[in-house]
């Protein structure tokens, strides 16, 4: 599956941004997906996973309150609303899919986008 993230962009601490994720090539709801990010000088790391179905969602707990993962089977695509923005979400973000059930960890994900930048302003 080929995955297509957009939405990235400057914004001021306090702000909101949604990410999109388009795939393209198999069938999307035979995948779990996920967000991740990497901010400059650091490991990649979770952010977010909804299931096939989206009924279940998974956080990270530096992002729960603020970001909701979700996803339309129908547009193949998978978001991420992002709200109160922080300095420290600044970072690039990429989407995820996983043949397996919902996942958190990145060994765990089968294909992935190219990110999109998040840079969030003090």
């Known amino acids: 599956v080929q995955l297509q993230a957009s939405g990235g962009g400057l914004v001021q601490a306090g702000g909101s941004l949604r990410l999109s994720c388009a795939a393209s090539?198999?069938?999307?709801?035979?995948?779990?997906m996920g967000w991740f990010c990497q901010a400059p000088g650091k490991e990649r790391e979770f952010v977010a996973a909804?299931?096939?179905?989206?009924?279940?969602?998974y956080y990270a707990d530096s992002v729960k309150g603020r970001f909701t993962i979700s996803r339309d089977n129908a547009k193949n695509t998978v978001y991420l609303q992002m709200n109160s923005l922080k300095p420290e979400d600044t970072a690039l973000y990429y989407c995820?899919?996983?043949?397996?059930?919902?996942?958190?960890?990145?060994?765990?994900?089968?294909?992935w986008g190219q990110g999109t930048e998040v840079t969030v302003s003090s």
């Open positions: 090539g198999r069938t999307f709801s035979n995948y779990a």
């Open positions: 995820a899919a996983t043949r397996g059930v919902v996942a958190r960890y990145e060994y765990e994900y089968d294909y």
């Open positions: 909804i299931s096939r179905s989206g009924g279940s969602t």
